[in-house]
């Protein structure tokens, strides 16, 4: 059974830095790009970032480009997003999000429950 | 990237079927047979239901069927039960490994 599990989130200043995990398991994880998808409270879904199976290309919304960075460690089974000068508008609920293929172009068949990160002074 | 183009809500009886449309442009939806949509009940996260624009995940009811002309993806529930009452989100392959959703709709069963 796939699990995505996603932990860091919380409550930053304007400004302000965090670091998202996901700890995956139930399939090859190496095998897989990754993504990030977010949703602000009451709002829709919106895809933030994807990184390929081997970790060695990484791809970004243009909301979150130059202050969040992707990335993974595959021995651990891990994925990270760092998210550094945060805004409001940055708050949501960040979902980590299995790719069906080993670059991010055939979709996402499985999500994690959710940390949410809140941005406010 | 815009956002794909969803109606608000759509609205059905039990055992009616309804549609719903997602509406993109030349550079993802028309571009690709790769649009995926997702049903997110109040509090979880989303679930696959269609991928690759007609494909249904092992599990999925076929009650569930995707279809693609131009633009414009669409997702047919028929049949509609309570469970069926849910958001929904179309989501396309946008081009240089970048994705974008559609707006959501909120699906109500009379």
């Not at chain 1, 994880?29 to 990754?34: D, P």
């Not at chain 1, 970790?55 to 969040?68: K, L, N, P, Q």
């Not at chain 1, 508008?89 to 069906?100: G, S």
């Not at chain 1, 991010?104 to 959710?114: K, L």
Request: net charge neutral.
């Amino acid at each position: 059974e796939v699990q995505l599990v996603e932990s860091g989130g919380g409550l930053v200043q304007p400004g302000g830095s965090l670091r998202l995990s996901c700890a995956a398991s139930g399939f090859t994880f190496s095998n897989y790009a990754m993504n990030w998808v977010r949703q602000a409270p009451g709002k829709g879904l919106e895809w933030v970032s994807a990184i390929s199976d081997s970790g060695g290309t990484t791809f970004y919304a243009d909301s979150v480009e130059g202050r969040f960075t992707i990335s993974r460690d595959n021995s651990k089974n891990t994925l990270f997003l760092q998210m550094n000068s945060l805004r409001a508008e940055d708050t949501a609920i960040y979902y980590c999000a299995k790719d069906q293929s080993l670059l991010p172009t055939a979709g996402i068949d499985y999500w994690g429950q959710g940390t949410l990160v809140t941005v406010s002074s | 990237q815009s956002a794909l183009t969803q109606p608000a809500s759509v609205s059905g009886s039990p055992g009616q079927s309804i549609t719903i449309s997602c509406t993109g442009t030349s550079s993802d939806v028309g571009s690709y047979n790769l649009v995926s949509w997702y049903q997110q009940h109040p509090g979880k996260a989303p679930k696959l239901m269609i991928y690759e624009g007609f494909k249904r995940p092992s599990g999925v009811s076929n009650r569930f069927s995707g279809s693609k002309s131009g633009n414009t993806a669409s997702l047919t529930i028929s049949g509609l039960q309570a469970e069926d009452e849910a958001d929904y989100y179309c989501c396309s392959y946008a081009g240089s490994s970048t994705y974008v959703f559609g707006t959501g709709t909120r699906v109500t069963v009379l």
